[in-house]
Antibody, heavy 118, light 112 residues
């Protein structure tokens, strides 16, 4: 069965960076787009961008350009998102989600809570 | 960006009852390829969202036929019949027709 296992909770300092991971299993990692989505405390969902692990192509929501960098390691079937120049506004839960047959998200990771605090 | 407006913000329903959630988009969600990429997700308390409905009316694998989606263009509806305790949570609509992909602000379903 498809599973997306994300890394653990992060507590990071302002102005620093953090890299979170999403390990995929149960399907061919290189054949599906992997998306990242943010959920700020008490808020809804914001789409950050996608990566296609097959060739490394990426697309970002302009809002996250320069903030998020998506990468993927085919050998370990793991997608990564690095967030840089962190501020308190970046405190949120970050989900990875696999794109289904069309433009929707059929499987989601459990989420990573990132807290930015000094 | 396409703005997705969900109503109501919250609703309370008795077990066995039926509810409808509306989702309206600020632009047509018909893609150049003719498909309409409107999907519905349920986020249960403490969990990640799960896909219920994709392309307006298609139930995802394992989703009960108590959930049904309808609509076209800019106006969409999710109906839940014979509500069960496990249905509580926040329901989101989302569009994948235009970048950036966007979501509604959510509808919280409570069980009376």
């Amino acid at each position: 069965q498809v599973q997306l296992q994300q890394s653990g909770t992060e507590l990071v300092k302002p102005a620093s960076s953090v890299k979170i991971s999403c390990k995929a299993s149960g399907y061919t990692f290189t054949s599906n787009y992997m998306h990242w989505i943010r959920q700020q405390p008490g808020n809804g969902l914001e789409w950050i961008g996608w990566i296609y692990p097959g060739n490394g192509n990426t697309k970002y929501n302009q809002k996250f350009d320069g903030k998020a960098t998506l990468t993927a390691d085919k050998s370990s079937s793991t997608a990564y998102m690095q967030l840089s120049s962190l501020t308190s506004e970046d405190s949120a839960v970050y989900f990875c989600a696999r794109r289904g047959g069309g433009y929707y998200f059929d499987y989601w990771g459990q989420g990573v809570m990132v807290t930015v605090s000094s | 960006d396409v703005v997705m407006t969900q109503t109501p913000v919250s609703l309370s329903v008795s077990l066995g009852g039926q509810v409808s959630i509306s989702c309206r988009s600020s632009q047509s969600l018909v893609h150049n390829n003719g498909n309409t990429y409107l999907s519905w997700y349920l986020q249960k308390p403490g969990q990640s969202p799960q896909l219920l409905i994709y392309k307006v009316s298609n139930r995802f694998s394992g989703i009960s036929d108590r959930f049904s989606g309808s609509g076209s263009g800019t106006d969409f509806t999710l109906k839940i019949s014979r509500v069960e305790p496990d249905d509580l949570g926040v329901y989101y609509c989302g569009q994948g027709t235009q970048y950036p992909f966007t979501f509604g602000s959510g509808t919280k379903l409570e069980i009376k």
